[in-house]
């Protein structure tokens, strides 16, 4: 079966940790994206990837990293750095290559939470 | 700063009735403007998406309407069911330039359907 999988579904962070989220896709897709969803207001995009070895911010990374090492995964870094890190964090993946209309398809999150 | 706006907040709508909910954007460079549904704890999945070069687009009970002289576009549920109750994210991109769908998503619907 094809598709997106996070882990965990929750994590929690203790004050002055690093936490990785991670996020796998087997639907052969060039582009993955990673986002953050606070409640009322909507999804941001943190970071995404075209393709391997690359990667550009988006509208919020600042506390944040990844990496794109392989095709199949996109591991997002939450830092120290981030202070208010409490969201719910999904990862979405697309065909990329330039083609168009083509869909992003989404994992089912991973809620993270400050201890 | 790219925005779309997205309007009610929540809505509340008897079974069978038609729920709408109305986004309007800013940019004219976006060209492609598709809808989530997302139940809680799950991530987002794509419902329907139009381009602008039509005005109205259907796929079973779900309708979007396009308006490209006002910026505006919205989604229709026909016939809708308590199953239907869930948030529902407008969003947009310029694919034809990036072509790999960097979405700018709306705040979110959330929607209740009463039977």
């Known amino acids: 079966d094809g598709g997106i999988t996070q882990s965990p579904k929750y994590l929690f962070r203790k004050e002055g940790q690093n936490v990785t989220l991670s996020c796998e896709q087997n639907?052969?897709?060039?582009?993955m994206y990673w986002y953050r969803q606070d409640p009322g207001q909507g999804l941001r995009l943190i970071y995404y990837s075209q393709i391997v070895n690359d990667f550009q911010k988006g509208d919020i990374a600042e506390g944040y990293s990844v990496s794109r090492e392989k095709k199949e995964s996109f591991p997002l870094t939450v830092t120290s750095a981030q202070k208010n890190p409490t969201a719910f964090y999904l990862c979405?993946?697309?065909?990329?290559?330039?083609?168009?209309?083509?869909?992003?398809?989404f994992g089912d999150g991973t809620r993270l939470s400050i201890l | 700063q790219q925005q779309v706006k997205q309007s009610p907040q929540s809505l509340i709508v008897q079974k069978g009735g038609i729920p709408i909910i109305n986004c309007a954007y800013e940019?004219?460079?976006?060209?492609?403007f598709p809808w989530y549904q997302q139940f809680p704890g799950k991530g987002p999945a794509l419902l329907i998406a139009?381009?602008?070069?039509?005005s109205e687009k259907k796929e079973g009970r779900f309708t979007i309407s396009f308006n490209k002289s006002a910026k505006q576009f919205s989604l229709h549920i026909m016939d809708s069911q308590p199953g239907d109750s869930a948030t529902y994210f407008c969003?947009?991109?310029?694919?034809?330039?990036?072509?790999?769908?960097?979405?700018?998503f709306g705040t979110g619907t959330r929607l209740t359907i009463i039977p």
């Open positions: 639907l052969n897709h060039d582009a």
């Open positions: 940019n004219t460079a976006f060209d492609y």
């Open positions: 969003a947009a991109s310029n694919v034809s330039n990036f072509g790999n769908e960097k979405l700018t």
């Open positions: 979405a993946s697309s065909i990329g290559r330039g083609r168009k209309d083509q869909p992003q398809h």
């Open positions: 139009i381009r602008p070069d039509v």
